[in-house]
């Protein structure tokens, strides 16, 4: 699927929130300017975002960074009798004042760009890592075909999670030829990306996308996981002797 550069609309709204900006602070570069519906005291902590914001903090899987306190990524200011809550850093860069880059030569685009949050939500959720769905899903969101729909004229992708991505952030993007079942098919022809792993037997956990790859980042290529020295030790680690 040809993709081309669209216009950034992260920048877009900078220029219409540069006035604000310098109202509000001039240290961080401010994400989300919208006037908070409800005017807060300018001095508020977690307890008090969380009277009306609870599922923030609540769910299967919460996101260990909420227990530090709301403002570690919101900050809060009142302009003119109105509450404006902005994100303390630029949406790509928050995640990475806490979590370093991986200094990995092959690094998944969505990961090495900071977009943390096309898979993970900020706060919490029903998955492991705070994902929006579980791994496989995760992975098939952005690989199978069919799977995401497509706006070409916003130049746009929507995950099943309702996640949008611009078409920039996906260079380079591959689907996999999956069959039908989107079950077989890959790395070759008629392998299982998922269900029971009858190689290593019924007790061995089931193959997902992620027991071949790592989500972010790989010493080698291909996100292999970085235990494996490369892709035929991988294949080894569940063959043991000539491929069947
Ligand atoms: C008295 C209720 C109330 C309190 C207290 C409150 N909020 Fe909100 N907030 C709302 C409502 C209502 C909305 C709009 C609906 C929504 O997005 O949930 C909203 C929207 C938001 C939004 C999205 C819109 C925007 O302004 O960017 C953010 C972010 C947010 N709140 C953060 C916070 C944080 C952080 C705190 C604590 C410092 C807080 N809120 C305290 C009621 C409240
Ligand atoms: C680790 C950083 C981080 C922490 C901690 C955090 N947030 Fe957020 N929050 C974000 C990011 C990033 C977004 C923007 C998400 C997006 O654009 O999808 C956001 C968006 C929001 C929104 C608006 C969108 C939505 O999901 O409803 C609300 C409301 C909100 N946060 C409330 C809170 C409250 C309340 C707390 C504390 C209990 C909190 N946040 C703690 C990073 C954080
Ligand atoms: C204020 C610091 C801080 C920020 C900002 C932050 N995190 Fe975290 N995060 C932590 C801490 C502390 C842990 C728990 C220790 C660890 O796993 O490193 C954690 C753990 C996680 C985990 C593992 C599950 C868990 O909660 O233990 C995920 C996934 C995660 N963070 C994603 C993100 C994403 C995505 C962002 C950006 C939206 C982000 N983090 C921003 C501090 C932060
Ligand atoms: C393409 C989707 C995707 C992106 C983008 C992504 N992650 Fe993850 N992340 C995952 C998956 C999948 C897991 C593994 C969950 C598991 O093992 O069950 C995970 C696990 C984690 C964990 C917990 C385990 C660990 O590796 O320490 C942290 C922390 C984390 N991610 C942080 C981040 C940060 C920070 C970013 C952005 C710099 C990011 N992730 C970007 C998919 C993603
Ligand atoms: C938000 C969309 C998105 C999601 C979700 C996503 N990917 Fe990707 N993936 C991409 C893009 C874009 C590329 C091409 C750029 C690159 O090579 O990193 C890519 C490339 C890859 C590559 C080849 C990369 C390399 O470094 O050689 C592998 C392998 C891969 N993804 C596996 C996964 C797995 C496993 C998951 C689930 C944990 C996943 N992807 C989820 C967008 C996504
Ligand atoms: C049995 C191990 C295994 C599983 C399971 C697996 N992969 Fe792969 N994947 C590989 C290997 C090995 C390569 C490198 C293949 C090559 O060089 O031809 C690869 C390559 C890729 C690539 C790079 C582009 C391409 O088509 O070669 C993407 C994207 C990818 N995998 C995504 C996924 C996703 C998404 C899943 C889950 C639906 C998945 N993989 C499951 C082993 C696996
Ligand atoms: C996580 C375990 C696992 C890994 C890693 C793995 N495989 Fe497999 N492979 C399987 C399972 C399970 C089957 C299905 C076997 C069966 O049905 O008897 C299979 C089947 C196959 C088949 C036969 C496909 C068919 O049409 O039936 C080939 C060829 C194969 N694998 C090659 C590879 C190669 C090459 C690699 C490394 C890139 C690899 N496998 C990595 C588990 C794995």
């Known amino acids: 699927m040809p993709l081309s550069a669209a216009r950034d609309p992260f920048k877009v709204l900078i220029r219409f929130s540069m006035v604000f900006v310098m109202l509000l602070s001039a240290s961080a570069a401010r994400a989300d300017l919208h006037q908070h519906p ?13 009277e009306c914001h609870k599922d923030k903090a609540t769910g299967k899987y919460v996101h260990t960074a909420v227990s530090m306190g709301c403002t570690v990524c919101h900050t809060v200011a009142n302009v003119k009798g109105a509450t404006y809550i902005t994100l303390s850093s630029r949406p790509n860069q928050l995640c ?9 030569p092959d690094l998944h685009l969505p990961y090495k760009e900071g977009n943390c949050i096309f898979c993970h ?4 959720s029903d998955f492991p890592a705070q994902l929006y769905a579980s791994p496989q899903d995760v992975c098939m ?13 916003a130049k746009t992708l929507t995950l099943s999670w309702g996640t949008i991505i611009p078409f920039k952030e996906m260079n380079d993007w591959s689907y996999l030829n999956l069959d039908k079942t989107h ?18 037997g019924k007790d061995a956990p ?13 010493p080698g290529a291909n996100l292999i996981p970085p ?4 892709a035929t030790a991988l294949c080894l680690s569940c063959h043991n002797g000539p491929l069947p």
């Open 183 to 200: 079950k077989l098919n890959h790395p070759v022809e008629g392998h299982p990306v998922s269900g029971p792993n009858v190689a290593l």
């Open 121 to 124: 939500s900020p706060h919490s």
């Open 206 to 218: 089931p193959i997902t996308c992620i027991t071949c790859h790592d989500p972010h980042h790989s």
């Open 96 to 104: 990475f004042t806490c979590h370093a880059l991986s200094t990995d």
């Open 227 to 230: 235990k494996y020295k490369n």
């Open 141 to 153: 969101a952005c690989h199978v075909r069919g799977l995401m729909k497509v706006n070409r004229t």
């Open 38 to 50: 409800v005017l807060l005291p300018a001095k508020v902590d977690a307890a008090k975002c969380l």
